[in-house]
């Protein structure tokens, strides 16, 4: 963790308010700063663990976010950013959650601890949620690359209809659907669309020139850029997808919506 001067003034700002209530337990500080990957302009990013009570009270006025009094970063652009979080959601998030909310845990670290507060066994659990759920990971990979092969019929339509904003959609799709991919091969998470591209970048295994792939599919969209960037993941490895792609893809998407009750996610949430 890299921290500049004016993000310290500001985590001891907020300890303050923090510490003079009742509800918050535990302030866990993530995001650029924690993964190393930050800069002056940071915001201050992560999570506030509190009460049990606090959290069911906050959940039922439809509040996830903890909302300080002041702002307590003195410097251009500084916010604080934090996820309100209980035991119980945690814990829960370590046994099913997806995986971005897994990625946000990565480098974490708790950087202030109400009295009475385990900080050693809260760190354990959110190392366990922050671990590569192996074994969610072959129909995991299935079901993206079910979806990456249906992709060759998206564009196909996007082509045919001279759609740009199908023939976007499709370029945009399949980068994310190609990078989910690679990721999973060496086992590391799923950062959600804004740190995406860096973590791809950073990968040890990868097939050779997908990110000049990727920049083409996005920087020219069409027929014959996307399919190239799909066909070069679908060929890297056995994916596991069945020819009738149809069949996954339609379970989670059209269907998605019936089966969630029993804990299925749509593809952008496994």
Sequence with gaps: MKLWPHHERAIASLIGELSEGTDALALILGGSLARGWGSPTSDL???????ESAMERHVA???YVFVPQRNHCDY??????LKLVSHALLEDAAARASEPFRNAYVGVEVVWARDGVD????????????TYPEADHAEKVMLLASHLRGMHWYVAEADKRDDRYLM??????TALLAA?????????LYPFHKWLMRSVRELPQKPAGLLDAIDAALATPSAATVRALAELVDGWRDW??????WNPWLSRTEWAWRIRGEGAMGIDEV
């Design 168 to 173: 976007l959609w499709c370029a945009q799709r």
């Design 61 to 63: 006025n439809g509040q």
């Design 45 to 51: 990013d992560g999570h506030l663990l509190i009460a």
């Design 180 to 188: 989910r991919l690679v990721l999973a091969e060496n086992r590391m």
């Design 119 to 130: 900080a050693d066994g809260l760190r354990s659990l959110m190392a366990r949620i922050a």
């Design 240 to 245: 596991g997808a069945p020819d009738a792609w």
């Design 76 to 81: 251009d652009g500084g916010y604080v950013d």
